[in-house]
């Protein structure tokens, strides 16, 4: 997976969101996006599935480029799961997932025996047949991931699937990916500002400001070339300063 000087400006914006932004991230491995709010994750991300277009610059994922030509072909392999929480709130989890399912022309006993089954890997068994609308964020979250898997994808993209989630989700949602990616080789993207967790998850990071690369590498090489920083954070306010961003 890989973006090269890619550049991009909304429609009706006077600002410029993503100012040459390039780099690479190896198949099969935990890959964080990472930089604080505003620098352009969620625009890479969507550009990246094909939800947005670039102004300029190239895609390439899964070794397909991101193109009319590739575009079914690189859905139908990769599972999104969106920064906000996409799940229709008066239907259960159970029929949010057989939605999802269908979608992706699954349906019938293997598709209901996928759903249960990950429902229980998720800790959401009990909760499966309670409207989604009164779940707690990461409950709604484990929900959205699941929905994001069942079509069993090669690549898949997490915006920010931390936030607004408490504690002991957040550690679940942690240990799947590092088991996901462990026991069935998916390659994982995820975004995060939270660059103390990216550091103990992410075998490669790129760290993102303003719209371009700051930082790509292993997070604990890293930390160990810049002689005074003790974690990624360090590393980060080195490059970036401490500046407000808002
Ligand atoms: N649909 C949009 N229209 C106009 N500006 C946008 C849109 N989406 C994002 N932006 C702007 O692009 C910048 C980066 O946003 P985003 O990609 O969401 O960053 P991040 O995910 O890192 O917080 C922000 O300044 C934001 O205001
Ligand atoms: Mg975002």
Do not use: W
């Amino acid at each position: 997976m890989a973006v090269q000087d890619l550049h991009k400006t909304y429609p009706g914006s006077l600002e410029t969101t993503l100012r040459g932004l390039s780099f690479r991230f190896h198949e099969g491995k935990i890959a964080g996006l990472l930089g604080p709010n505003g620098a352009g994750k969620t625009t890479t991300i969507s550009i990246l599935c094909g939800l947005v277009k670039a102004g300029s610059g190239s895609v390439e994922v899964m070794g397909l480029t991101q193109d009319a030509v590739h575009r079914e072909k690189i859905k139908s392999a990769l599972g999104v799961v969106p920064q906000q929480i996409a799940l229709f709130p008066q239907l259960t989890a159970y029929e949010n997932l057989e939605y999802f399912g269908n979608l992706y022309g699954f349906k019938g006993p293997g598709l209901k025996s996928q759903i249960l089954s990950l429902l229980e890997q998720f800790g959401l068994e009990k909760a499966a047949h309670k409207e989604t609308g009164k779940f707690s964020g990461g409950m709604k979250r484990r929900t959205n991931i699941i929905a994001a898997i069942l079509h069993r994808p090669r690549l898949l993209i997490l915006d920010e699937p931390t936030a607004g989630v408490d504690v002991q989700s957040r550690t679940m949602i942690l240990q799947f990916l590092k088991d996901y990616n462990r026991a069935e080789g998916v390659s994982i993207l995820y975004t995060s500002h939270l660059l103390e967790e990216a550091q103990h998850l992410c075998e490669e990071v790129v760290i993102m400001d303003e719209g371009k690369q700051v930082l790509q590498g292993n997070p604990q090489t890293l930390v160990s070339a810049n002689p005074g920083c003790r974690h990624l954070e360090d590393v980060f306010l080195h490059y970036t300063g401490h500046a407000l961003r808002d």
